[in-house]
């Protein structure tokens, strides 16, 4: 079972996300990503796609033309969880 | 310059479209796939990609695990236009 990270985990958590934002209302992680044209913003989508299938922890996500919001929370925690910091830190990790 | 639909062409075309939704707010249209699993909804997006891409007209979409929801309509015509009905037409087709 996973577990909600409780308020001091998850400030440590955010302190190393500087560019998620909570979403306070769901308990989650969200990020918005922007990309020359769709092409690239799909290409991306494949990555994370991959990613999230890999760790059996999948995101929500939309995308318009060349942007792709990204929201993570853990509904089996009931909220935000390390499964959610690993996923973002991952995803980081495709467009750094 | 692609025109928006009148009326009566809208109508018309909805006719043809018996499983997507009207948005009368958006003057798009929308239609939700549910599918077994997050890897065939991903395969799904992947050719809407595709086909969104090779007619140079993109989609407004959501995915979460099996579920995603598709909304067209056509910035340049200020609504839906017949570039919607055909790229539905087309993804009605994958999922046929």
Do not use: C
């Not at 796609?49 to 853990?74: C, F, G, M, Q």
């Amino acid at each position: 079972m996973v577990e909600q990270l409780s308020e001091a985990e998850r400030a440590e958590a955010l302190d190393g996300l500087s560019d998620w934002d909570y979403d306070e209302a769901r308990d989650a992680i969200t990020r918005a990503f922007v990309f020359a044209d769709f092409s690239e913003a799909f290409a991306f989508m494949t990555r994370v796609a991959l990613l999230a299938e890999k760790a059996d922890h999948h995101p929500e996500w939309s995308n318009v033309y060349n942007r792709v919001e990204i929201l993570l929370t853990t509904h089996d925690a009931g909220g935000l969880s390390g499964r959610d910091i690993e996923m973002a830190d991952a995803i980081d990790g495709l467009v750094e």
